[in-house]
């Protein structure tokens, strides 16, 4: 908890920093901005139960990387195929990430799949608009879901 709360006052002190062009001037008002972002940055998100495991990121962001650049593509193939090709709609996906960090960044992430965006994140349920409903998106998310499940060394 100690270090969780020290690195958000670090790093909202930063920001402050940045904020304020690196003038002192200004460091009376920062401070009471920084003290109350951490309590609330703490109240909105406690501290995480699951940690990163950092051996996984770099496998983690090369999937993203490719997936992100592969999304894109087919994205403008559709649209360039035109709105009469596409089947749009509603998904609703059964997660079986814990809560908290590794559903927050599912939810987060898997916009990087080709035509999808998050609708709502309900308990273990997630809503996900797609442009096309024929589209693999089940698979591709039950991938994305193994490789959080791997980056926080969480079982599925």
Known sequence: MIPSLLLRF???SVLWWVLAEGRIDGWWLGAVAVVTATCVSVI???PAVHRLRW??????VLFFLRNSVRGGFQVAMMALRG?????PGVL???LNL???GPRVLMTNVIG???GT????LAEDRLRVHVLDERLPIEAEAGELEARISALFGVGR
């Not at 051996?55 to 983690?60: A, K, N, W």
């Not at 709105?83 to 089947?87: C, H, N």
């Not at 965006?117 to 709502?120: A, D, I, P, Q």
Request: charged share 10%; net charge negative.
């Open 10 to 12: 670090l790093l909202f």
């Open 117 to 120: 965006l998050s609708v709502e």
């Open 44 to 46: 909105l998100m406690p």
């Open 83 to 87: 709105r009469a090709a596409l089947q």
């Open 55 to 60: 051996g996984q990121i770099p496998s983690f």
């Open 92 to 94: 609703e996906l059964q």
């Open 98 to 100: 814990p809560a908290g």
């Open 112 to 114: 990087l799949m080709p």
